[in-house]
Protein backbone atom coordinates (compact mmCIF):
# COMPACT_ATOMS: atom_id res chain seq x y z
CA UNK A 1 0.00 0.00 0.00
CA UNK A 2 1.23 3.48 -0.79
CA UNK A 3 2.84 5.56 2.12
CA UNK A 4 1.16 8.70 2.78
CA UNK A 5 2.41 11.76 4.76
CA UNK A 6 1.98 11.13 7.83
CA UNK A 7 2.39 14.88 9.40
CA UNK A 8 -0.83 15.69 7.55
CA UNK A 9 -2.84 12.68 8.59
CA UNK A 10 -1.48 12.33 11.82
CA UNK A 11 -2.94 15.79 12.20
CA UNK A 12 -6.25 15.63 10.59
CA UNK A 13 -6.90 12.08 12.58
CA UNK A 14 -5.98 13.68 15.84
CA UNK A 15 -7.94 17.17 15.17
CA UNK A 16 -11.05 14.78 13.89
CA UNK A 17 -10.43 12.41 17.14
CA UNK A 18 -10.60 15.06 19.92
CA UNK A 19 -14.29 15.24 20.35
CA UNK A 20 -15.39 11.26 19.50
CA UNK A 21 -16.08 10.01 23.04
CA UNK A 22 -13.41 7.21 24.64
CA UNK A 23 -15.02 4.11 24.33
CA UNK A 24 -15.55 4.73 20.33
CA UNK A 25 -12.21 6.39 19.45
CA UNK A 26 -10.03 3.07 18.65
CA UNK A 27 -12.83 2.06 16.17
CA UNK A 28 -13.13 5.24 14.46
CA UNK A 29 -9.65 6.16 14.53
CA UNK A 30 -8.65 3.30 12.54
CA UNK A 31 -11.56 3.22 10.29
CA UNK A 32 -10.85 6.52 9.52
CA UNK A 33 -6.87 6.16 8.94
CA UNK A 34 -7.87 2.73 6.67
CA UNK A 35 -10.60 5.28 4.85
CA UNK A 36 -7.51 8.02 4.30
CA UNK A 37 -5.27 5.03 2.68
CA UNK A 38 -7.42 3.41 0.82
CA UNK A 39 -8.66 6.78 -0.86
CA UNK A 40 -4.96 8.25 -1.62
CA UNK A 41 -3.95 4.27 -2.85
CA UNK A 42 -7.17 4.44 -5.82
CA UNK A 43 -5.92 8.19 -6.54
CA UNK A 44 -2.27 7.20 -6.46
CA UNK A 45 -3.61 3.93 -8.53
CA UNK A 46 -4.73 6.73 -11.08
CA UNK A 47 -1.63 8.07 -11.76
CA UNK A 48 -1.57 10.98 -9.23
CA UNK A 49 1.44 11.50 -7.13
CA UNK A 50 1.25 10.66 -3.62
CA UNK A 51 1.32 13.93 -1.55
CA UNK A 52 -0.96 15.23 -4.05
CA UNK A 53 -3.18 12.71 -3.76
CA UNK A 54 -3.03 12.79 0.47
CA UNK A 55 -3.41 16.84 0.48
CA UNK A 56 -6.35 16.14 -2.45
CA UNK A 57 -8.27 13.20 0.06
CA UNK A 58 -8.56 15.73 3.11
CA UNK A 59 -9.21 18.15 1.13
CA UNK A 60 -12.52 16.28 -0.05
CA UNK A 61 -13.10 15.17 3.65
CA UNK A 62 -13.59 18.29 4.84
CA UNK A 63 -13.43 20.03 8.33
CA UNK A 64 -12.25 17.08 11.11
CA UNK A 65 -14.17 18.31 13.87
CA UNK A 66 -17.43 18.07 11.83
CA UNK A 67 -16.69 14.51 9.91
CA UNK A 68 -16.19 13.17 13.63
CA UNK A 69 -19.84 14.87 14.23
CA UNK A 70 -20.81 12.79 11.15
CA UNK A 71 -19.08 9.65 12.17
CA UNK A 72 -20.70 9.74 15.83
CA UNK A 73 -24.25 11.25 14.68
CA UNK A 74 -23.51 14.46 17.18
CA UNK A 75 -25.98 16.80 16.46
CA UNK A 76 -23.89 20.28 16.36
CA UNK A 77 -27.50 22.24 16.49
CA UNK A 78 -27.76 24.79 18.55
CA UNK A 79 -28.62 27.97 15.83
CA UNK A 80 -28.02 25.37 13.01
CA UNK A 81 -25.62 23.25 11.79
CA UNK A 82 -24.34 25.77 9.13
CA UNK A 83 -22.94 28.31 11.78
CA UNK A 84 -22.40 26.15 14.54
CA UNK A 85 -18.62 25.36 14.97
CA UNK A 86 -17.86 29.50 13.53
CA UNK A 87 -20.34 30.03 16.43
CA UNK A 88 -18.40 28.00 18.99
CA UNK A 89 -14.58 28.63 18.11
CA UNK A 90 -15.48 32.59 18.12
CA UNK A 91 -17.58 32.54 21.38
CA UNK A 92 -14.53 30.54 23.06
CA UNK A 93 -11.84 33.23 22.35
CA UNK A 94 -14.39 35.99 23.19
CA UNK A 95 -14.84 34.42 27.11
CA UNK A 96 -11.44 33.30 27.29
CA UNK A 97 -10.31 36.90 26.61
CA UNK A 98 -13.26 39.71 27.11
CA UNK A 99 -13.90 38.92 30.69
CA UNK A 100 -10.48 38.63 32.09
CA UNK A 101 -9.88 42.33 30.53
CA UNK A 102 -12.88 43.69 32.35
CA UNK A 103 -12.56 42.09 35.83
CA UNK A 104 -8.95 43.13 35.54
CA UNK A 105 -10.13 46.59 35.12
CA UNK A 106 -12.26 46.97 37.39
CA UNK A 107 -10.71 46.43 39.91
CA UNK A 108 -7.90 48.46 39.19
CA UNK A 109 -10.80 51.46 39.06
CA UNK A 110 -12.50 50.07 42.21
CA UNK A 111 -8.82 50.56 44.00
CA UNK A 112 -8.36 53.87 42.92
CA UNK A 113 -11.86 54.65 44.19
CA UNK A 114 -10.66 53.79 47.63
CA UNK A 115 -13.27 50.47 47.91
CA UNK A 116 -12.34 47.94 50.37
CA UNK A 117 -11.33 44.31 49.55
CA UNK A 118 -14.79 42.82 49.49
CA UNK A 119 -16.08 45.51 47.60
CA UNK A 120 -13.57 44.86 44.99
CA UNK A 121 -14.08 41.07 45.27
CA UNK A 122 -17.77 41.48 44.75
CA UNK A 123 -17.42 44.08 42.20
CA UNK A 124 -15.22 42.08 40.04
CA UNK A 125 -17.40 39.01 40.44
CA UNK A 126 -20.41 40.71 39.56
CA UNK A 127 -19.20 42.97 36.34
CA UNK A 128 -17.51 39.60 35.27
CA UNK A 129 -20.58 37.95 35.29
CA UNK A 130 -22.29 40.14 33.57
CA UNK A 131 -19.59 40.20 30.93
CA UNK A 132 -20.27 36.79 30.37
CA UNK A 133 -23.67 36.79 29.67
CA UNK A 134 -23.63 39.82 27.60
CA UNK A 135 -20.73 38.37 24.95
CA UNK A 136 -22.57 34.85 25.18
CA UNK A 137 -26.00 36.99 24.66
CA UNK A 138 -24.25 39.18 21.48
CA UNK A 139 -22.18 36.51 19.74
CA UNK A 140 -25.22 34.05 19.58
CA UNK A 141 -28.00 36.99 18.91
CA UNK A 142 -25.41 37.84 16.06
CA UNK A 143 -25.27 34.42 14.40
CA UNK A 144 -28.66 33.75 14.98
CA UNK A 145 -29.53 36.48 12.26
CA UNK A 146 -26.96 35.68 9.99
CA UNK A 147 -28.31 32.67 9.72
CA UNK A 148 -32.01 33.77 9.26
CA UNK A 149 -30.80 36.21 6.81
CA UNK A 150 -29.11 33.86 4.68
CA UNK A 151 -25.77 35.91 4.78
CA UNK A 152 -22.92 33.49 2.82
CA UNK A 153 -20.59 32.03 5.81
CA UNK A 154 -17.87 30.93 3.74
CA UNK A 155 -18.41 27.49 5.41
CA UNK A 156 -17.48 24.74 3.22
CA UNK A 157 -14.32 26.29 2.03
CA UNK A 158 -12.32 24.35 4.53
CA UNK A 159 -9.10 23.63 3.36
CA UNK A 160 -5.47 21.67 4.41
CA UNK A 161 -3.99 25.02 5.69
CA UNK A 162 -7.00 24.94 8.22
CA UNK A 163 -5.35 22.11 9.78
CA UNK A 164 -3.97 22.40 13.51
CA UNK A 165 -0.91 21.18 14.80
CA UNK A 166 -1.52 17.97 16.86
CA UNK A 167 -1.89 19.15 20.64
CA UNK A 168 0.38 17.77 23.82
CA UNK A 169 -1.34 16.97 26.62
CA UNK A 170 2.06 16.14 28.43
CA UNK A 171 5.56 18.01 28.93
CA UNK A 172 8.04 17.70 26.97
CA UNK A 173 11.83 17.95 28.17
CA UNK A 174 12.05 21.71 27.20
CA UNK A 175 8.92 22.21 29.42
CA UNK A 176 9.86 19.89 32.23
CA UNK A 177 13.56 22.23 32.10
CA UNK A 178 11.54 25.37 32.21
CA UNK A 179 9.09 24.49 34.87
CA UNK A 180 12.08 23.40 37.57
CA UNK A 181 14.04 26.71 36.40
CA UNK A 182 11.10 28.90 37.23
CA UNK A 183 10.39 27.22 39.79
CA UNK A 184 13.96 27.01 41.45
CA UNK A 185 14.26 30.98 40.80
CA UNK A 186 10.75 31.07 42.71
CA UNK A 187 12.40 29.82 45.44
CA UNK A 188 15.29 31.37 45.39
CA UNK A 189 13.82 34.80 44.95
CA UNK A 190 11.77 34.60 48.17
CA UNK A 191 15.33 33.67 49.84
CA UNK A 192 17.05 36.57 48.46
CA UNK A 193 14.01 38.93 49.38
CA UNK A 194 14.27 38.17 52.81
CA UNK A 195 18.68 38.41 53.31
CA UNK A 196 19.39 40.95 50.25
CA UNK A 197 16.49 42.43 48.51
CA UNK A 198 15.71 43.73 45.25
CA UNK A 199 16.11 47.69 45.57
CA UNK A 200 20.18 48.34 45.36
CA UNK A 201 19.64 51.75 46.97
CA UNK A 202 17.73 50.10 49.72
CA UNK A 203 20.20 47.09 51.05
CA UNK A 204 18.19 44.45 53.19
CA UNK A 205 14.65 46.20 52.16
CA UNK A 206 12.47 43.25 51.70
CA UNK A 207 9.25 43.22 49.15
CA UNK A 208 7.79 40.07 51.37
CA UNK A 209 6.90 40.69 54.90
CA UNK A 210 9.45 39.58 57.50
CA UNK A 211 6.50 37.79 59.49
CA UNK A 212 6.29 35.37 56.33
CA UNK A 213 9.86 33.63 58.25
CA UNK A 214 10.12 31.16 58.69
CA UNK A 215 6.94 28.89 58.67
CA UNK A 216 4.72 30.49 55.73
CA UNK A 217 8.25 30.98 53.92
CA UNK A 218 9.45 27.19 54.31
CA UNK A 219 5.82 26.12 53.81
CA UNK A 220 5.94 27.62 50.30
CA UNK A 221 8.79 26.75 49.06
CA UNK A 222 7.74 23.17 50.01
CA UNK A 223 4.82 23.62 47.92
CA UNK A 224 7.67 24.49 45.36
CA UNK A 225 9.10 21.25 45.96
CA UNK A 226 5.47 19.33 45.28
CA UNK A 227 5.06 21.39 42.60
CA UNK A 228 8.48 19.87 41.14
CA UNK A 229 8.14 16.47 42.10
CA UNK A 230 4.45 16.80 39.99
CA UNK A 231 6.44 18.27 37.09
CA UNK A 232 8.86 15.18 37.24
CA UNK A 233 5.96 12.62 37.50
CA UNK A 234 4.08 14.64 34.56
CA UNK A 235 7.30 14.24 32.00
CA UNK A 236 7.70 10.75 32.96
CA UNK A 237 3.81 9.51 32.65
CA UNK A 238 3.83 11.50 29.26
CA UNK A 239 0.34 12.93 29.95
CA UNK A 240 -1.60 14.36 32.29
CA UNK A 241 -3.80 11.16 33.80
CA UNK A 242 -6.83 11.73 36.25
CA UNK A 243 -4.92 11.28 39.47
CA UNK A 244 -2.16 13.71 38.21
CA UNK A 245 -4.81 16.12 37.40
CA UNK A 246 -6.19 16.22 41.01
CA UNK A 247 -2.36 16.43 42.39
CA UNK A 248 -2.34 19.44 40.35
CA UNK A 249 -5.77 20.71 41.85
CA UNK A 250 -4.78 19.88 45.35
CA UNK A 251 -1.46 21.87 44.19
CA UNK A 252 -3.22 24.60 43.29
CA UNK A 253 -5.77 24.99 45.95
CA UNK A 254 -2.71 25.25 48.59
CA UNK A 255 -0.94 27.61 46.76
CA UNK A 256 -3.83 29.97 46.51
CA UNK A 257 -5.21 29.41 50.01
CA UNK A 258 -1.59 30.11 51.58
CA UNK A 259 -1.10 32.86 49.21
CA UNK A 260 -4.27 34.33 49.79
CA UNK A 261 -4.34 33.97 53.77
CA UNK A 262 -0.96 36.06 54.05
CA UNK A 263 -2.35 38.43 52.04
CA UNK A 264 -5.42 38.98 53.88
CA UNK A 265 -3.56 38.87 57.16
CA UNK A 266 -1.01 41.52 55.71
CA UNK A 267 1.70 39.11 55.67
CA UNK A 268 2.77 38.39 52.87
CA UNK A 269 3.74 42.13 51.69
CA UNK A 270 6.24 44.25 53.62
CA UNK A 271 4.07 47.39 54.44
CA UNK A 272 7.66 49.62 54.69
CA UNK A 273 8.56 48.72 50.92
CA UNK A 274 6.63 51.22 49.20
CA UNK A 275 6.61 53.76 51.88
CA UNK A 276 10.39 53.47 51.03
CA UNK A 277 10.42 53.90 47.63
CA UNK A 278 7.61 56.17 46.94
CA UNK A 279 8.11 59.80 48.76
CA UNK A 280 4.23 60.52 49.13
CA UNK A 281 2.58 58.39 51.98
CA UNK A 282 -0.95 58.68 49.50
CA UNK A 283 0.67 57.17 46.47
CA UNK A 284 2.15 54.71 48.54
CA UNK A 285 -0.72 53.46 50.15
CA UNK A 286 -2.64 53.29 46.94
CA UNK A 287 0.08 51.58 44.93
CA UNK A 288 0.13 49.40 48.35
CA UNK A 289 -3.75 48.39 46.94
CA UNK A 290 -3.36 48.07 43.85
CA UNK A 291 -0.59 45.49 44.00
CA UNK A 292 -2.57 43.91 46.49
CA UNK A 293 -5.51 43.36 44.61
CA UNK A 294 -3.34 42.65 41.88
CA UNK A 295 -2.06 39.60 43.53
CA UNK A 296 -5.17 38.18 44.48
CA UNK A 297 -6.53 38.45 41.22
CA UNK A 298 -3.72 36.96 39.85
CA UNK A 299 -3.60 34.18 42.02
CA UNK A 300 -6.86 33.46 42.03
CA UNK A 301 -7.59 33.24 38.18
CA UNK A 302 -3.87 31.31 37.60
CA UNK A 303 -4.92 28.57 40.13
CA UNK A 304 -8.64 28.13 38.11
CA UNK A 305 -7.46 28.44 35.04
CA UNK A 306 -4.34 25.71 36.05
CA UNK A 307 -7.26 23.27 37.68
CA UNK A 308 -9.54 23.53 34.68
CA UNK A 309 -7.10 22.86 32.23
CA UNK A 310 -4.93 19.79 33.95
CA UNK A 311 -8.45 18.11 33.77
CA UNK A 312 -9.72 19.03 30.83
CA UNK A 313 -6.17 17.74 29.19
CA UNK A 314 -7.15 14.55 31.24
CA UNK A 315 -10.35 13.73 30.11
CA UNK A 316 -8.85 14.25 26.65
Not at 42 to 65: F, K, M, N, W
Not at 151 to 164: E, F, H, M, V, Y
Not at 177 to 198: M, P
Amino acid sequence: MTTINDTLTERYVSAAMRTVPDDQRADLEAELRASIGDLVEGRVESGEPSSTAEIAVLTELGDPELLAANYTDRKLFLIGPRYYLMWWRLLKVLLWIIPACAAFGVAIAQTLAGSGIGEIIGEVVAISLSVVIHVAFWTTLMFVILERSGTPSGAGKWSIDDLPEIRQTGANATELVASLVFLALGAGAIVWDRFVGFVPTQPGLSFFGHELWPWWAIGLIVLFVLEAAYSVALYRTGRVTIPLAWANAVLAVLFMSLLLTALGRGLLLNPDFFATIIPSAESAATVTTIVTVMIAFGVVATSVWDIWDGFRKATR
